[in-house]
């Protein structure tokens, strides 16, 4: 069995780590910004930026897998609708923060202070990604791409159905 076979979607793996990597940059970077004592804002924006760097290689991976995704997963009309919205998000997104690293890069060699463009562009950014993020999980719970079929009830188990009151559960907890 081959490995894309046995994990059909790697998509998901990679944009969790995209989706942790960036924000948790734009959190450390306005972290950084706000903190007074000199060394701790340095240690927080050179986290920051590693993120940010770590997160846009990370990107490069999540998009390639997103385009395997998008030209093999089973959908219709309405779904491809969807993903193809989805897919020109992350693009529109991805571009810049793939624009805010070699500027991050730039910053950081040249020991200059982070500008407040560069944080506006990376808040932006940011928001724009959990937008992105967002019309993903669409995809996958509204429209059930990606995912395998839950069987009926009466098939494959005991044949019983799954018809009662989780009501009960929470009592006896």
Do not use: C
Not at 128 to 133: A, N, S, V, W
């Amino acid at each position: 069995m081959e490995l894309i076979e046995f994990i059909p979607n790697i998509h998901p793996i990679f944009v969790h780590f995209t989706v942790a990597l960036l924000s948790t940059s734009m959190g450390l970077f306005l972290l950084g910004l706000i903190v007074s004592e000199q060394t701790w804002r340095e240690k927080l924006l050179t986290v920051a930026q590693w993120n940010l760097w770590l997160g846009v290689g990370i990107t490069i991976i999540t998009i390639g897998t997103g385009l395997y995704e998008y030209y093999t997963v089973t959908h219709d009309e309405a779904s491809h609708a969807a993903m193809t919205n989805h897919r020109n998000w992350a693009f529109f997104t991805a571009s810049i923060f793939f624009v805010l690293a070699p500027w991050s890069v730039l910053t950081y060699w040249k020991k200059r202070k982070i500008k407040s463009s560069f944080i506006f562009a990376l808040v932006l950014a940011t928001v724009m990604l959990m937008i992105t993020g967002w019309k993903g999980g669409e995809l996958v719970y509204r429209y059930g791409l990606g995912v395998m079929s839950l069987h009926k009830a009466t098939e494959g188990g005991s044949g019983d159905s799954h018809d009662h009151n989780h009501e009960d559960e929470k009592h006896s907890q």
